[in-house]
């Protein structure tokens, strides 16, 4: 079974998912998480990449914002290969904010905390 990082260190990368990983297939190569708690991180990371596409949408861009389209893309593929349901038609924006994570594993996740 795999390891979990502890809840502080996982709290700290909730804050700045790209800070804490150079890449989604890092993350996904993390054996320190399990599956629920890299659902949550490319949770964390599909919402903080979706502001940043509508703040370039607004003129107010920063550093490296041309590859946030593909940033996304590719978190939207890592949750993909984990197997988590994401309908983007339900969505107008294709957003993945409620990734629906298996009642069994969150039961699972926080008997283990």
Sequence with gaps: M???MPKQDF???MQDVAKAFGSPAELL???HLDRVQKLKLLQQWDYD??????AGEENM???GSGATSERL???R??????GADKDPEKSPTGKVSSVKI???ETKAARRAS
């Design 61 to 63: 861009t920063g550093p």
């Design 49 to 54: 990449l979706g502001l940043l596409l509508v």
């Design 29 to 31: 190569a993390a054996d």
């Design 2 to 4: 795999t390891a979990k």
């Design 102 to 104: 298996p009642e069994a």
């Design 11 to 13: 709290e700290t990368a």
């Design 77 to 82: 593929d890592a949750i993909a290969r984990l």
């Design 73 to 75: 893309r590719a978190v």
